[in-house]
């Protein structure tokens, strides 16, 4: 066992190695100072960010910097305990009122991340005789989620509702169907078919939960998700969320029906083993929650700087795949190609990263972008700039003028 084990570590490790030699490790950089749309990187000096999940530009906010301290004043640095015990403050409880209201539901219960949040939230749920349907593009904590259960798990072609169906029509016979995607899927950039969803989830008694990590924050009319972006508020029975993208903290909730959430504050394992989150950390949240609604125009100027950077790419020739969102991805479908041109960004001062096998299938290896609404014109036409320059370098687009 020892000896497979050093196998396979020596093998991964010459890897490693490989790329660190041929300057193509971009991964673990080194951030100096707060994520804004320029950022200091250890070693290469000032870089546009395009990595960032901090869509609102909301990670060196004044009123959410002067929170944390205040909430550091009052509470402390740490919570001290589990929830179930001595981990809860009023903020935890005003805090998940407040995600309760802002998305529509009875109740709402934090974690402390949004990976333990799906993992813990679907084996805690669902169990043997039910079954999990799953998109194909669904995050790793869903399908982790679903092995630790026990149920039974199918898995549709991306976005295709008919293949849906074909499996909930063969799926008349367990206890309990769920249905479960992705809002904003994190590699491609594009968005469920909720309306489809929910249409088939009537259609065979099944429940629907989302996960709305990339959507909080960025879909809707206010921000509130894509559950206001189709106007199917009252349609999900489970919502899932993170506090660590558009919102500039760490955790992860759901929302739901008050007995899903009491049940999951009373059976969930990583909701009573885990330690509560830091009360600076919830008072952040419930701030990014209130700047949301009090600053509509950060999301406006997402929306304008998402449109303004994926146009260029697709008019310089780069394809962006079906990206609709802030996620912006830009397939080249070899590794080697995909790391050359990340390098030649980071020369340029552009932070990028690459997303190869096995994080994406093999041959659609791509770069992933992420625009921010705190990003200038100047720097997002300076980045594309940065694109052509190192796509014709590479073959991988013809010479091109970004003017009209």
């Given amino acids: 066992m020892a000896e497979q084990l050093d196998e396979r570590m020596k093998s991964f490790l010459q890897r490693l190695e490989k790329l660190k030699a041929s300057d193509h490790y971009f991964y673990l950089q ?18 546009i960010m395009l990595a960032s999940y ?85 995050h790793a904590s869903i399908i982790d989620g679903c092995l630790l259960s026990g149920a039974q798990f199918r898995t549709y072609r991306h976005n295709d509702m008919e293949h849906l169906e074909s499996i909930l029509k063969k799926s008349q016979n367990f206890n309990t169907r769920l249905i479960v995607a992705d809002a904003v899927f994190s590699m491609d950039g594009d968005i469920a078919d909720l309306p489809g969803i929910v249409e ?27 559950d206001e972006h189709f106007g199917l508020e009252d349609a999900v029975d489970i919502k899932m969320g993170t506090l660590s993208k558009a919102i500039p903290s760490i955790g992860g909730y759901i929302a739901g029906e008050r007995r899903i959430i009491d049940y999951l504050q009373h059976n969930a394992r990583a909701f009573i ?40 790419l697709r008019k310089l020739g ?68 940065a694109f052509r320059r190192a796509g014709e370098a590479l073959g991988l687009i013809r010479t091109h003028s970004l003017d009209p």
């Avoid at 002067?66 to 929830?83: F, K, L, N, S």
């Avoid at 949240?285 to 304008?304: G, M, S």
């Fill in 318 to 385: 780069f394809d962006t795949m079906q990206s609709t969102t802030p996620i912006i991805p830009v397939l080249i479908g070899e590794e080697w190609k995909s790391l050359e041109l990340t390098r030649l960004l980071f020369e340029e001062g552009v932070f990028v990263c690459p997303i190869l096998y096995p994080a994406v299938p093999k041959n659609t290896d791509r770069l992933r972008t992420h625009v921010m609404a705190t990003h200038s014109e100047t720097d997002l036409k300076k980045a594309l700039d």
């Fill in 273 to 312: 083993f885990s330690a509560s989150l830091p009360p600076a950390s919830v008072a952040v949240a419930l701030t990014a929650l209130e700047i949301i609604q009090e600053e509509p125009w950060r999301l406006v100027n997402l929306r304008r700087n998402t449109d303004l950077f994926r146009g260029g």
């Fill in 30 to 47: 080194s951030i100096a100072g707060p994520t804004e749309p320029r950022v200091k990187v250890s070693g290469r000096g000032d870089m």
């Fill in 54 to 138: 901090s869509y609102l530009g909301l990670a060196s906010h004044p009123k959410i910097r002067a929170t944390a301290i205040e909430a550091m004043e009052r509470y402390g640095v740490g919570a001290g305990g589990v929830r179930l015990l001595a981990g809860t403050t009023e903020l935890h409880r005003e805090l998940e009122e407040r995600i309760a209201e802002f998305k529509n539901t009875e109740a709402a219960t934090l974690f402390s991340s949004g990976y333990v949040t799906n993992m813990s939230t679907i084996s805690s749920l669902f169990g043997r005789g039910d079954v999990i349907i799953m998109d194909k593009l669904d």
């Fill in 200 to 226: 088939l989830a009537k259609k065979y008694d099944a429940l629907v939960m989302i996960d709305e990590a990339h959507s909080l924050g960025v879909l809707g009319a206010s921000g509130r998700g894509i």
